[in-house]
């Protein structure tokens, strides 16, 4: 046995990606005692800016931008109670299409040898035995989900750690029910065209397909607040109109597909470390 502490490490691609899909068992683990690392890829320079501008807007500073969204992060992390945050800090590459993709030094340019070589370095100094990041499509198509993805997974290859490796993920009921409370909460939201619905019922997975059930329901406050700290970003993180009993309703569980094991727990699991305490 070694008295190095149980630890998990997300990879995530810009400030406040850290609270949607894995604040809860960020809040869950490191109440546990559990060693909690955030790798943050980019500095969100995309995101919007004081007073809500937006990217395409004038006036928009994207340095400025990725200072406030920094600090930002770090109160997240305060609320979360992360134990270390590592930013990788290249430039947000923007949604699938924008111009930004094509910007050199964006982190959707970035070579994906040269991002895994530096979250390898990374690896090997905390040493995961869980890593959760996204699938191959980023979850949505989003380039720099998609390019966390990559990096994480090639970096995976170049260390001597064999950690349980997750995806994150939403079962379909999940995302129906989600559907139906935007719905209730902005009347005025249109029904999705045939070709918006079609790609969002490929988002997520089946509830049968889903390796692991996590529940953080006792954490879905903090998780709520933590998503409150990236407040230049309120317009456009819809949980937080919710308020924090429909929240907890519908984000008391995170759920993830297990894609590497060594442990041999049984799925489907209720602990991203089960088999390793």
Not at 99 to 105: L, Q
Not at 180 to 203: F, G, V, Y
Request: glycine share 10%; net charge negative; with cysteine.
């Amino acid at each position: 046995m070694t008295d190095r502490p149980l630890t998990l490490m997300a990879v995530h691609a810009h400030p406040d990606d850290e609270a949607t899909s894995t604040g809860g068992v960020l809040a869950r683990y490191a109440a546990e005692g559990i060693r909690t690392v955030l790798v943050t890829c980019t500095d969100g320079g995309c995101g919007d800016g004081p007073g809500g501008v937006k990217p395409t807007d004038p006036g928009h500073d994207p340095a400025a931008v990725a200072s406030m969204r920094r600090q930002e992060l770090k109160e997240s992390c305060d609320v979360l109670n992360i134990s270390d945050l590592e930013m990788l800090d290249y430039a947000d590459s923007g949604m699938e299409g924008w111009p930004s993709n094509d910007a050199p030094g964006s982190f959707w340019q970035t070579p994906v040898e040269e991002g895994a070589a530096r979250l390898a370095e990374l690896m090997e100094h905390y040493r995961p035995d869980v890593v959760v990041t996204y699938d191959e499509n980023g979850f949505y198509g989003h380039p720099d989900h998609i390019q966390a993805h990559r990096i994480t997974m090639t970096a995976l290859e170049s260390v001597p750690l064999t950690p349980k490796v997750y995806w994150t993920t939403m079962p379909r009921s999940i995302m129906t029910r989600f559907g139906e409370t935007m719905r209730e909460l902005d009347e005025n939201m249109q029904e999705p065209d045939p070709e918006e619905a079609a790609a969002m019922a490929k988002i997520g997975l089946p509830d049968d397909e889903i390796t692991t059930w996590v529940d953080t329901a006792a954490f879905s406050g903090q998780k709520f607040d933590s998503l409150a700290a990236h407040a230049s970003q309120g317009e456009n993180i819809f949980f937080l109109k919710m308020g924090k009993e429909k929240f907890g309703e519908l984000m008391g569980t995170e759920t993830f597909l297990r894609v590497k094991d060594t442990t041999g727990a049984a799925v489907p699991e209720n602990d991203l470390f089960a088999g390793l305490r």
